[in-house]
T-cell receptor
């Protein structure tokens, strides 16, 4: 069982829809991440939150909007996505930026854009 | 910028035998972390093993061990007594050491392209 929980597991949406991905962890971690992963490729970092503040945005298009309401929760709001945005979206967390601890990943949300 | 190279797109191993997955990296830093993650078809990224660059001793976790050659910038993963459940995509990853004023960069994982491991029964 993963300690990082992502919902939904699958999402199909049209290009004009608005939806959100959710990620939750209760390990007391203070750094949280969003990754995008295409099939048989490594994950690509999108965003990093440290202590609920956005610390890294890897030049992600504005149609992806992250939000960190509290230390346990990370959302990714989606709007006007393109077919090439279809991918597996992974959330991860780690203890905090200054600790020598690895990232723990969730199971991901499989996103399909029609 | 750091780069991570996995030169083996696919590997196969017979059940109960040993296989080694290769990983090399490029960095100018002296202190960093290296990881091997496993991603089975169930898609969760699972941490297999980690190595801190300042530690000379190679990390070991049950059937998994690494051969860390800092001077050669090599970090290979050895899986002993391979099992069907070991079949997955394996990613090697690099992470910088956080430092004052640049803590956010300590959060970034640089992944290799991955190696698909198939286990034959």
């Amino acid at each position: 069982d993963t300690e990082v929980t992502q919902t939904p597991k699958h999402l199909v949406m049209g290009m004009t829809n608005k939806k959100s991905l959710k990620c939750e962890q209760h390990m007391g971690h203070r750094a949280m991440y969003w990754y995008k992963q295409k099939a048989k490729k490594p994950p690509e970092l999108m965003f990093v939150y440290s202590y609920e503040k956005l610390s890294i945005n890897e030049s992600v298009p504005s149609r992806f909007s992250p939000e960190c309401p509290n230390s346990s929760l990370l959302n990714l709001h989606l709007h006007a996505l393109q077919p090439e945005d279809s991918a597996l979206y992974l959330c991860a967390s780690s203890q905090d930026p200054s600790r020598r601890q690895p990232q723990h990943f969730g199971d991901g949300t499989r996103l399909s854009i029609l | 910028a750091q780069t991570v190279t996995q030169s083996q797109p696919e590997m196969s191993v017979q059940e109960a035998e040993t296989v080694t997955l290769s990983c090399t990296y490029d960095t100018s830093e002296s202190d960093y972390y290296l990881f091997w993650y496993k991603q089975p078809p169930s898609r969760q990224m699972i941490l297999v093993i980690r190595q801190e660059a300042y530690k000379q001793q190679n990390a070991t976790e049950n059937r998994f061990s690494v051969n860390f050659q800092k001077a050669a910038k090599s970090f290979s993963l050895k899986i002993s007594d391979s099992q069907l459940g070991d079949a997955a995509m394996y990613f090697c990853a690099y992470r910088s050491t956080p430092s004052l004023g640049a803590m956010e960069y300590g959060n970034k994982l640089v992944f290799g392209a991955g190696t698909i491991l198939r286990v034959k029964s």
